[in-house]
């Protein structure tokens, strides 16, 4: 009875074991590999695919900053590859420079940071850190994934299009994405876009509705919302934003279309094209960004709670210490999900905003500030005096910390209207968003990748590529983005062709050439990364099962995978997932499935959850072996 009390101090249901028993079917390599229904390979393949569209994207700003760094220099290899309708004489074409600058943003924003980030680790981590054999529909989970990829497909195809593809910008304003003869970037080229978007929203909400099925009806016994690791809070509050947003930017969608293809006109009004009056009325522009930001907004926190969840873990873990302030997390992590509802208008202080409304969009911006900084200060009292390692997960997650404190801080300036008029579409709101959104969410994914490497291919990647890849990617990100702030703060706006028209911006072009060679330098260095990649998937050191001495469920499962995740019966979870360093214990870490009743030296009273039988049997223990700092003497 003893052991019972101490044992169930918090027991919920026990999910049934479906699907356990397919193991035993023999899988051909289409069902393994290609059309797999199995959580871990679904994760994998939403990252392999990730990985390759954020190579393109990659190239995609390389090549444009070639052409902001030597704008009158011509470049004969560019007109091999791109051919001479897009790189004449070697110099990138203004048009198609937009379409460059448009499609890098889309594929970061949407293929790499949201399907890349969450598909990646919401599929890996949500059934094997909650005790769950898979999702909760393991069918609609392979459906999420090929809705994602043909998404990725049709965006790619634009480019092969006579017309070029989309070139209004990754936010597509109208008229230039209303009216297909505006530009030639906005033929063609921009249907696709719309159509890749829609099949993208459609895997967005399949996933985000089985992540979150999955985390309120398929957790294992004793694993209550309380001992859920932060990584499973961050994923289960992004599916929501998710579920809630996304279908907005849909209707948005659709609207659009009607206005390019039907002659409806609910974004244009008075528009003349060579000097002819179309015949639209009664549309405006602003409704476009009032429907896309309603989505845009809730997409950053989107990319970046993941992000948090996975440093929130690495940090710990790395550590070797409790998570400071695990309740204040998890509150912070749900006043993010709220408020960013409701911050969407200080992407429009330029657009004729009543000063009222602007105002209330401002202070709402300010206020999410707040559950921010509280991540902020819980991260660095976390590391505080830890007795850290630094693998290279733990760089890259201390590396999202200063991204986000310095991209965060510059966020104040663009939440005030007063000031955000002024830094409107300039490099300052370009320096902004890459370093808080951009940058500190691709380092939350590469922290990611570095820790559950093992988890996902059972080896080790290569410790000093690892150091190599961050120190080169970490500098290289600051000496691209910091720069930008000052360009932005003297009013040099973004997305132009060339900065030789105006003698304030020529002043820049040194400072455009430094930025370029800074991120040439940092893309040659994710080859590091990706040689370290894909060669240990093969050649890699074999990993222990749990190399990091992490207490989460998901080191408790074999290291080969299997389907079900757990041979015979799914674990049982007795405490939270951050008991690291207790003192009383023989090691720095104690597993989530180790029962109160074998830790009695390192019990703490707020252990049982107030459970008055619990702390009897604790009590009467400790008056029978004496104090635990007696038993603490004698461990040591």
């Known amino acids: 009875m003893a052991s019972t009390a101490i044992h169930d101090t918090a027991v919920l249901h026990q999910h049934d074991d479906h699907g356990h028993d397919h193991g035993h079917h023999k899988e051909t390599f289409i069902t393994k590999y290609i059309f797999s229904q199995d959580h871990k390979m679904i994760a994998k393949q939403f990252l392999i695919t990730g990985i390759i569209m954020a190579v393109i994207a990659m190239i995609l700003s390389v090549l444009f900053r070639l052409q902001l760094a030597w704008p009158d220099k011509s470049f004969p290899l560019l007109e091999t590859f791109l051919g001479s309708k897009w790189a004449e004489g070697g110099r990138i074409k203004p048009d198609f420079y937009l379409a460059l600058v448009t499609i890098h943003g889309t594929m970061m924003v949407f293929f790499v940071l949201t399907a890349g980030l969450s598909g990646t680790f919401s599929n890996l981590l949500i059934p094997l850190q909650l005790g769950a054999r898979d999702m909760a529909s393991p069918f609609l989970n392979m459906l999420s994934y090929w809705f994602f990829f043909l998404s990725c497909c049709v965006m790619m195809s634009s480019f092969f299009v006579e017309s070029g593809p989309a070139s209004a910008g990754w936010t597509v304003y109208p008229p230039l994405s209303a009216l ?47 001992k859920m690791p932060l990584t499973i809070w961050a994923f289960f509050l992004t599916a929501i934003v998710g579920v809630l947003s996304f279908p907005v930017l849909v209707s948005a969608v659709v609207l659009l279309i009607f206005d390019r293809s039907f ?168 320096a902004h968003f890459h370093l808080v959104m951009g940058a500190a969410a691709i380092f939350g994914m590469l922290c990611g990748v570095y820790h559950w490497y093992p988890k996902m291919f059972g080896r080790l990647m290569d410790e000093r590529l690892g150091y190599i890849h961050f120190w080169l990617t970490f500098i290289g990100a600051y000496l691209v983005f910091f720069p930008m702030h000052f360009m932005g703060i003297d009013g040099v706006p973004r997305r132009y062709y060339a900065f030789t028209e105006f003698a304030f911006m020529q002043e820049w072009l040194t400072v455009n050439v430094f930025i370029t060679w800074a991120a040439i330098i940092a893309a040659l260095a994710q080859v590091a990364f990706l040689w370290n990649f894909f060669y240990s998937i093969f050649y890699g050191k074999k990993t222990s099962q749990n190399p990091w001495d992490s207490n989460t469920l998901e080191w408790t499962a074999p290291v080969e995978h299997m389907h079900g995740n757990w041979p015979g019966e799914i674990p049982s979870v007795y405490r939270w997932p951050y008991d690291y360093s ?6 720095d870490f104690i597993p989530q499935t180790t029962p109160f009743s074998e830790t009695m030296s390192s019990n703490l009273q707020h252990d049982f959850e107030d459970n008055p039988e619990a702390e009897l049997i604790q009590a009467e223990w400790e008056r029978t072996h004496g104090s635990k700092s007696h038993v603490a003497e004698e461990i040591k």
């Open 582 to 587: 207790k003192p009383g214990h023989h090691e």
């Open 263 to 430: 002659g409806t006109s609910f974004y244009l009004s008075d528009i003349v094209v060579a000097g002819q009056v179309l015949p639209n009325q009664g549309g405006s522009p602003v409704l476009w960004q009032h429907l896309f930001w309603f989505l845009g907004h809730p997409e950053v926190y989107i990319v970046i709670m993941p992000a948090l969840g996975i440093t929130s873990e690495v940090i710990a873990t790395n550590s070797r210490k409790p998570i400071f302030g695990y309740h204040a997390m998890v509150y912070s992590l749900i006043g993010i999900t709220v408020l960013s509802f409701i911050v969407w208008g200080h992407h429009m202080f330029v657009t004729g905003m009543n000063p009222f409304l602007g105002g209330v969009f401002m202070i709402t911006t300010l206020i999410i500030a707040v559950p921010s900084a509280v991540k902020t200060f819980n991260y660095l009292a976390t590391i505080w005096r830890g007795n850290l390692r630094f693998t290279p997960a733990m760089l890259f997650a201390i590396g999202l910390v200063s991204f986000f404190i310095s991209g965060g801080l510059t966020g104040i300036f663009l939440g005030n209207a007063a000031l955000d008029i002024n830094l409107h579409d300039t490099y300052f709101v370009v």
């Open 180 to 226: 297909p003869k505006a530009i030639s970037g906005s033929g063609t080229g921009m249907t696709l876009w719309l159509i890749s978007m829609v099949l993208f929203i459609a895997s967005a909400l399949i996933g985000a509705l089985n992540y979150i099925s999955t985390v309120l009806n398929m957790r294992t016994t004793g694993m209550d919302m309380w």
